[in-house]
């Protein structure tokens, strides 16, 4: 007798796929739906018809009832004549078992933590996919690989910033620096043997949906050769984030600066600032995390800004990270670290405790009527006053009025007080030109700003006196600098940086300009014309929320469950329907006044507007020359964030919405049938190829994890 191989993961998967559209279905019953709570593995969920469906509270012995005498009206005769026709002509029945696995080739666009992650899910979760990664850079990593300026670092505790599946208990400090990040991503590359599917020094030219092929035609250019292929693949997965592609400020002379000009996501490794004039332009994240940790060893720092920012005080989370620390420092004790090692009972709590602390503090907090963002926005004030209290001149140049989380909330125990010290200057006048010797700022008329230098913290507004770097001027001021340092961000427009040509020709570099409106996206993930395309934390998506690494997960999974029905039910593809796009958007756009994202005059990234003015459009961290219009012009929507907490948005993810989609059948027969994937009548590995032809062989074209003999995947 043949032996059944182990058919729990396929089981688990296609049943969770029935459960999903048997839950759809119910959704739409007024009444709800009794089932027994005792199940067998693989058992396809009871489908009830509305007559059945009833509620706890009218359960009673069941009464047999008569059925109605057979309707002899010609409606009914037609029903009847149509459940009489049980076949087409054309239809022929596929000679392969259920279960069999469609061969699929996915393509993964970048090499980040998002890419990797879903390498990493393809590989374990369905073997006899083929998938590679492509990677523009020659090392992968993303931007743990790009971002190597001093001070970089994750802003969430190293223990939270970490996948859920490969957890490390020796991160050495509270704040994992961007080269700790980066051994992480490869150690866990090499222990998961992942490299050698990952193509680097490549970058995608291209991508064209073949209708006749049902596949796309993707462009690769080899980075060293400067040659170009072409790529086929059933799926593609964009995973190349929005920190990617950074931008330069858009300044008069920039380029005529004969000093070092250099991008914080581009840091060259020869760059030496020890005791030079440097000026550091923009107070974004990257502004923040590098202004403390070169201020100690330069000898002049002019930080140039244009937006307030709040800068939030230690969280709940990261107080409690600092229970392990030594002394005042970051650094976690060895203590620790070997507890965490030996114990993971232990290290499961630790990283409980911080996970649930980091959804308390997140959401509620831009919830602009809630208690917590009053609350949040007292404590932070009092926070930033306090660390400014030896330089209150600095108070109303860096404390925002606009709302907690209206742009991105950054977290630095150092930053503030660093603008404190005596080498430092600040200045929130606007740029006027670069020289090539240094900055000239426009004349402080233009706004109620002006140039502060930390040395002397009393000032004296005297606008006649040019002799005191101190005063307030009307005059133009100019910094001689060795150095100018561009923290200002990057292009967050979420545009593809290369053609996505789906249905009909359609370009999603057009689809999601402002002229059309800017991005929509269904679920973050998926968008209109684009069959077989996954977007990974594109618009919409959980950008504020929580660690990546952790949501990295979900969506991952997310992308899985469409590859596992593609495979198991035979299509060829699988498009979004057009309403279900503007319908969840329509949702979006009306939950956003709410919250602080949607609020204006902050700058940032969270908004796009439907039309091109004023400056700093698409910045991440905001432009840094004279403002040209006025940026409140047109409409704005927020395309950067989803419309709920982490929590929330977790459980969106978790039953896919297969109402919302149209999918698409390849093969003869196959058209025309949504059940030619039932086969043969056997199921994968229950008989032998010997005994029903071609369709018994459990490892021909199906998953070799589903044998019984299979190797394990780690």
């Not at 119910?26 to 009794?34: A, H, V």
């Amino acid at each position: 007798m043949t032996r059944l191989p182990n058919l729990s993961h396929l089981c688990r998967r296609h049943d969770r796929i029935l459960r999903q559209a048997t839950r759809s279905r119910i959704r739409q019953s007024t009444t709800p739906l009794l089932v027994s709570q005792t199940r067998t593995a693989c058992q396809s969920p009871l489908h009830l018809s509305p007559a059945r469906i009833i509620s706890i509270s009218q359960t009673r012995p069941f009464q047999h009832q008569a059925l109605p005498a057979r309707d002899s009206s010609p409606l009914a005769e037609k029903i009847v004549n149509i459940n009489a026709s049980t076949s087409s002509p054309t239809y022929k029945i596929q000679e392969q078992p259920l279960g069999k696995l469609r061969p699929l080739r996915v393509i993964i666009f970048g090499a980040g933590v998002n890419g990797l992650n879903m390498l990493y899910t393809l590989r374990k979760e369905a073997s006899g996919v083929d998938c590679v990664i492509i990677e523009k850079n020659p090392e992968c990593g993303g931007t743990w690989y790009e971002n190597r300026y001093p001070g970089c670092a994750s802003d969430d505790p190293s223990h939270h910033y970490q996948y859920t599946h490969t957890l490390s208990p020796s991160w050495s400090s509270v704040f994992a620096q961007a080269g700790e990040i980066k051994q992480y991503l490869n150690d866990f590359i090499d222990n998961n043997s992942l490299r050698s599917s990952i193509h680097c020094n490549s970058s995608v030219t291209s991508s064209q949906w073949d209708e006749e092929k049902q596949k796309w035609i993707i462009g690769v250019k080899n980075e060293a050769a400067g040659t170009i292929s072409e790529e086929e693949a059933d799926v593609i997965i964009d995973a190349t984030g929005i920190f990617n592609d950074y931008k330069w400020p858009e300044l008069k002379g920039l380029q005529s600066f004969k000093g070092r000009l250099i991008h914080t996501a581009n840091w060259p490794s020869d760059f030496d600032y020890h005791g030079k004039n440097v000026a550091v332009l923009g107070n974004g994240a990257s502004g923040v995390q590098i202004v403390p940790a070169l201020q100690p060893h330069v000898n002049k720092l002019i930080h140039c800004i244009r937006s307030k920012t709040w800068i939030a005080p230690p969280s709940k989370a990261v107080r409690y990270c600092h229970q392990h620390t030594i002394g005042t420092t970051n650094i976690f004790s060895e203590e620790w670290t070997k507890t965490l090692a030996s114990d993971p009972e232990k290290y499961k709590i630790f990283l409980e405790e911080i996970d649930n602390m980091a959804r308390e503090e997140r959401f509620k907090t831009i919830l602009t009527s809630t208690s917590n963002a009053h609350t949040s926005l007292s404590e932070i004030t009092a926070y930033m006053a306090a660390q400014l209290a030896s330089h209150p001149h600095l108070m109303a140049s860096l404390i925002p009025t606009f709302p907690i989380g209206c742009r991105r909330i950054t977290s630095s125990p150092s930053y503030l007080s660093s603008l404190c010290s005596p080498n430092v200057v600040v200045e929130t006048s606007p740029i006027e030109t670069i020289t090539p010797n240094g900055i000239l700022l426009a004349s402080n008329s233009n706004l109620n700003s002006n140039s502060i230098s930390s040395a002397d913290p009393n000032l004296n507004p005297n606008p006649n006196s040019n002799s005191n770097p101190n005063s307030i001027s009307d005059s133009e001021t100019f910094h001689e600098v060795d150095a100018i340092i561009c923290a200002t961000g990057f292009n967050t427009s979420f545009l593809p940086r290369f053609p996505i040509i789906g249905d009909g020709g359609l370009n999603l570099q057009d689809a999601w300009s402002e002229a059309m409106g800017g991005p929509r996206a269904y679920m973050s993930m998926m968008a209109e014309g684009m069959p077989n395309y996954f977007r990974i934390l594109g618009p919409n998506g959980p950008l504020a929320h929580g660690a990546v690494p952790r949501l990295s997960t979900h969506m991952c999974t997310y992308v899985l469950s469409h590859i596992a029905k593609m495979r198991v039910e035979n299509y060829s593809s699988i498009r979004v329907q057009p309403g279900a796009v503007r319908e969840f958007n329509e949702h979006i756009q009306a939950f956003m006044p709410r919250t602080a994202w949607a609020g204006g005059g902050c700058g940032g990234w969270y908004r796009s507007k439907m039309s091109t003015t004023g400056e700093g459009e698409g910045n991440g961290e905001g432009g840094m020359g004279k403002k040209v219009g006025n940026k409140g012009v047109g409409e704005e929507r927020v395309t950067a964030l989803h419309p709920g907490s982490q929590t929330h948005w977790e459980m969106m993810l978790e039953d896919v919405r297969w109402e919302d989609f149209v999918y698409g059948r390849v093969g003869a027969g196959m058209q025309g049938n949504r059940f030619a994937y039932l086969g043969n009548g056997f199921a994968v590995g229950e008989v032998g190829e010997d005994e029903v032809g071609n369709g018994g062989d459990v490892n021909k074209g199906s998953d070799p994890s589903l044998s019984s003999q299979a190797t394990p995947q780690l």
